[in-house]
């Protein structure tokens, strides 16, 4: 499974939207690109995949690059409860194992 | 609902004792994971199960057996508890490579 680099933390004001990058240069073409939060120290959820085409759900948007080398994490309208630890995963064919790498700590600001 | 569920939430055991973590989900899932995270880390891939009587290591195996009877469960048992396996260790389960997998709450185990 492809790695991915991510920074290590960002802020974003409320109500603003929250971009969160990520890097996985080394995907390929059958593997997805995943995105899971960690509130405190809950189990981590689900928040959005994406293969190719850009995805959009109820919690967020996925924009992923035409290379795939690349994407981008978007919370349109960022609230304090926001404020958690970001995985952006790839993940392959191999049974659909989940590598976490460190995230990025998003802290929402009032 | 169906859901994922882990017991106990809370486990403080002593040094040498084997202890097992239980991890049940009702979604009839073939894939199952357990993971480790410690203080400030990300999780770490302890073992994993594509269906019944099939498991697998993951990153961080050593000290650590799971066994698959069957589809809802997937414990793990800690053949003889160390101090450096103090953590929190979630299960997750999934359908499929391109379907989400849902974590349990996780269970905060301390070995003294």
């Known amino acids: 499974d492809a790695k991915t680099t991510q920074p290590t933390s960002m802020d974003c004001a409320e109500g603003r939207a929250a971009n969160l990058p990520c890097n996985h240069s080394?995907?390929?073409?059958?593997?997805?690109v995943y995105w899971y939060r960690q509130i405190h120290s809950q189990g981590p959820q689900y928040i959005i995949h994406?293969?190719?085409n850009n995805e959009t759900n109820e919690m967020a948007s996925l924009i992923i690059t035409e290379d795939r080398k690349s994407s981008t994490l978007i919370l349109p309208h960022a609230t304090l409860r926001d404020t958690a630890v970001y995985y952006c995963i790839v993940r392959g064919n191999q049974g659909g194992k989940l590598i976490f790498g460190q995230g990025t700590e998003l802290s929402v600001k009032p | 609902d169906a859901e994922i569920t882990q017991s106990p939430r809370h486990k403080i055991t002593e040094t040498g004792r084997q202890v097992t973590l239980a991890c049940h989900q009702t979604?009839?899932?073939?894939?199952m994971f357990w993971y480790r995270q410690d203080l400030g880390h990300g999780l770490r891939l302890i073992h994993y199960?594509?269906?019944?009587?099939?498991?697998n290591k993951g990153e961080v195996s050593d000290g650590y057996s799971v066994s698959r009877s069957n589809t809802e469960d997937l414990p793990l048992t800690l053949e003889s508890a160390a101090s450096s396996q103090t953590s929190v260790y979630f299960c997750?389960?999934?359908?499929?490579?391109?379907?989400?997998?849902?974590f349990g709450q996780g269970t905060r185990l301390t070995v003294v």
């Open positions: 199960s594509y269906g019944v009587q099939d498991t």
């Open positions: 994406g293969l190719k």
């Open positions: 997750a389960s999934s359908e499929e490579v391109n379907t989400e997998a849902f």
């Open positions: 080394t995907i390929s073409g059958n593997e997805y």
């Open positions: 979604w009839n899932h073939n894939n």
